[in-house]
T-cell receptor
Framework: ETGVTQTPRHLVMGMTNKKSLKCEQHLGHNAMYWYKQSAKKPLELMFVYNFKEQTENNSVPSRFSPECPNSSHLFLHLHTLQPEDSALYLC???????????FGDGTRLSIL | SQQGEEDPQALSIQEGENATMNCSYKTSINNLQWYRQNSGRGLVHLILIRSNEREKHSGRLRVTLDTSKKSSSLLITASRAADTASYFCATEGGSGGSNYKLTFGKGTLLTVNP
């Protein structure tokens, strides 16, 4: 139990579908992150939210749309994805930016 | 761009032996962190060492940092089968852009055989 919960754990979707990934933390943290983990590549930072404000968009394609309604919840809205978007998507949180991060167990996304 | 790079890519040892993993990076940093990832799970933070520190201990873990060589090492003593996982170093700050951004390496896969 890491304190960061991601749902769903697995998702299979077609290229024309729209789906959302959810991340929830009740650790009292103020910063939340989305990462993409692909086989044989380093973990890639996608987005950072600090006190609900986006502070980093690491040149992520617009087919990925993040939403942070409050400090405890983070969403990643997906639409018109490509096969190369298949990966493990990890959410993390920290008390604030720069502090050690707590990760969820990820959503394994497969694009058909 | 990749900052931390772990070496070796894979390491296989017997239970009870020590395991050493290395990390090299390219630009100045604020701190360096080590994380562990078990198969199918998220990353777990192990230890953080600041740029003005040279060595840090946590239980069976020992981390060193040499800023002149831009390198760090993670030593796990008296390894156990449960230590089998991928280990990642992550550097924070110093390379432009967001000063708090963590940049991860590709990791070292450690296998501890019973």
């Amino acid at each position: 139990e890491t304190g960061v919960t991601q749902t769903p754990r697995h998702l299979v979707m077609g290229m024309t579908n729209k789906k959302s990934l959810k991340c929830e933390q009740h650790l009292g943290h103020n910063a939340m992150y989305w990462y993409k983990q692909s086989a044989k590549k380093p973990l890639e930072l996608m987005f950072v939210y600090n006190f609900k404000e986006q502070t980093e968009n690491n040149s992520v394609p617009s087919r990925f749309s993040p939403e942070c309604p409050n400090s405890s919840h983070l969403f990643l809205h997906l639409h018109t994805l490509q096969p190369e978007d298949s990966a493990l998507y990890l959410c993390a949180s920290s008390i604030w930016e720069g502090q050690p991060q707590h990760f969820g167990d990820g959503t394994r996304l497969s694009i058909l | 761009s990749q900052q931390g790079e772990e070496d070796p890519q894979a390491l296989s040892i017997q239970e009870g032996e020590n395991a050493t993993m290395n990390c090299s990076y390219k630009t100045s940093i604020n701190n360096l962190q080590w994380y562990r990832q078990n198969s199918g799970r998220g990353l777990v933070h192990l230890i953080l060492i600041r740029s003005n520190e040279r060595e840090k201990h946590s239980g069976r873990l020992r981390v060193t940092l040499d800023t002149s060589k831009k390198s760090s090492s993670l030593l796990i003593t008296a390894s156990r089968a449960a230590d089998t996982a991928s280990y990642f170093c992550a550097t924070e700050g110093g390379s432009g852009g967001s000063n708090y951004k963590l940049t991860f390496g590709k990791g070292t896969l450690l296998t501890v055989n019973p």
